[in-house]
Each structure stands twice: as C-alpha cells, then as structure tokens.
C-alpha cells in the first residue's frame, strides 16, 4: 500500500497555482467563510501553507476577512454592500498613520503587522504620499525579536485568544520548563515583545508567557474555556515595575541618583506611585511601591555607579550579588588590566 505523502508543499497536481485557484474557488462558494485547518485538510497541506495561499491571493486583490462564525475563526471574501463615503483623513492624521505604523514593522510577519497594513492601504487613497508621510516618522527599536519567525505561533495565539481555545505548548521559559496548557485572555506588549497572559490550567493561577519563549503551539479545538469575567489584565500588573510581579506585596524602594543623570530620570514616569525629590549638591531620589523586584535590579544596575539603592533590603542584596558576580568575571578587584 503506498504511503500518503505528509502535509507541505505537495508536487503534482497540487501545485500552488492549482491549489490557489481550488482555494480562491471554496472561498467564493462559502459565504460564512472557510476554516483555515479544515481547508489544510482536504487539500493536503499544512495551515502555514494555507496561510501563505491566502496572503498571495490578497497581494491579488482579493480582499479577505477573517470573522467568527459561531466560535469558530473563519476567513472569508469581502462582499460588495451598500457604497459608502471614503473615510478622509487630514494631512497630520495620516501622517499619525504612517507614524504608528512604522512602530508595527517590528511585528513584521504577524497578524498584528498584517492586519494593521491593509487598514493602513485601505486609509491611504490612491496616490496619496504615503510614502513621503511614513519617511518623514522614523522608529528604532531596541533589540527587536524576529517575529517573521513566529508567524505560526502568533496565529495560534491569536485563535486561542479570539475564539476562547485552550493553548498548549513547550515553554522555554520560567522557573519551570515543559508542556503547558493555558486559558489566554490577552495579547500583552512590553517593550516590543509579545506575551500572553491567561490561566495556568495545571497550576490554577495567572500568568504571563513570552510568545518567543513558546514552542509547539497549538489552539486546541476540542478544548475550549469560559472567559472569566473577572478577569482584568490592568489589574494583573497593578503594582508591577515592569512585566513580571504584578499581584504580589508591594515593597517601598528608594534609589538615589547622581546630579549627572538627574535629567534622563526625573521626566519620566518609571512607576504610576513614584515620588521624586533633589538632595543637598543636586542629586535625585525616586521613590515607589512595587511588586516584585526582578525588573528593579536591572533597572538600577542600567544606571552603573550612578545609582545606589537606599530600600529595602533585599534590592540592595540582589544588587550588591550581581555587581560581585560581574566584578569575579572581569577578575575581583584587580582594576589593572
């Protein structure tokens, strides 16, 4: 008996432009739209190759949609309704446009960056100087992930979040490694990195996960969860200096700065609770109440010997052990060499 080839990229009689035209045909034939893992099926390919399919058909013309349809995430053709007035934009908000899209290119290769592009070419008239506005904003990102890589996982995540699937996947990440299944509730973006914050089904508790620190992730159809209502993502980091620690008790941290950085510190807002005052010669102090101190260390050791931690305690522990551990590598306290 021969063996049935494995799902990809399939020669024969499914090439892509055959596969494209079948595809762009069950596309025009269903009107509620089409599952993006039934479609892989019957055609006998993988999602990712479906998805790529689609892309080339919008890069056609075609325009496409993605909806839920009785909870399930479907993508369909846009039909022609009722005309409507263009939406006109004045020259300072299409330049907003072209600003905030310039800080989506990080997300290149992701739904956010995709979606976010043909909202932007559907607000952009023809010859419009589109590309004068988005040449005249210019973004620099600071150490930016490689999303065009994680263009599976986003989309998994994204039907996880959307039609209220359960998520499983390997993470690489954590106080503990290995298969995790999440409830997600929300995409959370911090300093340009993705992360998704849900329920731990295994350990019964929120927590946040870093979308590049997810492997093997699925949107599981046959599991599918009741959103708690109560849930609240601002809440979840209400206290938090950062990404990690939001809901633990909070800590009173005091720092003082050098009069030298006193103008990069002062007119900014590192904590919501945050006070700041001058000392005698013009040196800063910062005051707020955080939860977890993880993000507060290397925040402090950010700023070098300009910096120096007052409260509490253990933040000046934490501190004093990386700056030793640094000091051992760079060879103790010899300062020749």
Do not use: C
């Not at 290397?298 to 030793?324: F, I, M, N, Q, Y």
């Amino acid at each position: 008996m021969p063996r049935r080839p494995s799902p990809g990229r399939p020669s024969g009689q499914y090439t892509q432009a055959v596969r494209l035209f079948q595809l762009h045909q069950l596309l025009e034939t269903n009107v509620e739209g089409v599952r993006i893992e039934e479609i892989a099926r019957d055609l006998g390919v993988t999602p990712r190759s479906i998805r790529r399919d689609l892309k080339a058909l919008e890069t056609a013309g075609i325009e496409l949609e993605a909806v839920d349809v009785a909870g399930e995430r479907r993508v369909r053709v846009v039909r022609a309704g009722k005309a409507t007035d263009p939406v006109r934009l004045t020259r300072y908000q299409r330049y907003s446009l072209a600003a905030v899209r310039r800080m989506f290119d990080v997300f290149t290769g992701t739904p956010l960056h995709d979606d976010f592009s043909q909202l932007f070419a559907k607000l952009s008239p023809p010859g419009d100087e589109e590309g004068a506005m988005a040449d005249r904003f210019h973004y620099i990102p600071e150490a930016p992930r490689n999303y065009r890589k994680l263009k599976d996982q986003v989309y998994e995540v994204y039907d996880g979040i959307l039609r209220t699937l359960t998520l499983q996947f390997h993470y690489e990440g954590g106080t503990t490694t290995g298969l995790r299944k999440v409830e997600p509730y929300a995409l959370v973006l911090y300093q340009n990195r993705l992360y998704v914050v849900g329920r731990d089904v295994q350990k019964d508790a929120d927590r946040t996960f870093a979308i590049d620190l997810m492997k093997r992730v699925r949107a599981l159809p046959a599991a599918p969860f009741k959103r708690n209502p109560e849930f609240n993502v601002q809440r979840l980091f209400e206290g938090a200096f950062g990404i990690y620690g939001g809901g633990a008790e909070r800590q009173h941290v005091v720092v003082d700065f050098d009069a030298r950085v006193a103008q990069y510190i002062e007119p900014r807002e590192w904590h919501p609770t945050q006070k700041t005052s001058r000392l005698p010669g013009g040196d800063l102090r910062i005051e707020f109440d955080a939860t977890g101190l993880t993000e507060v260390v290397g925040w402090v050791l950010r700023w070098g010997s300009a910096a120096v931690v007052r409260e509490p305690d253990e933040l000046k522990k934490r501190v004093r052990d990386e700056l030793a551990r640094g000091l051992e590598r760079y060879g103790g306290g010899d300062a020749a060499g």
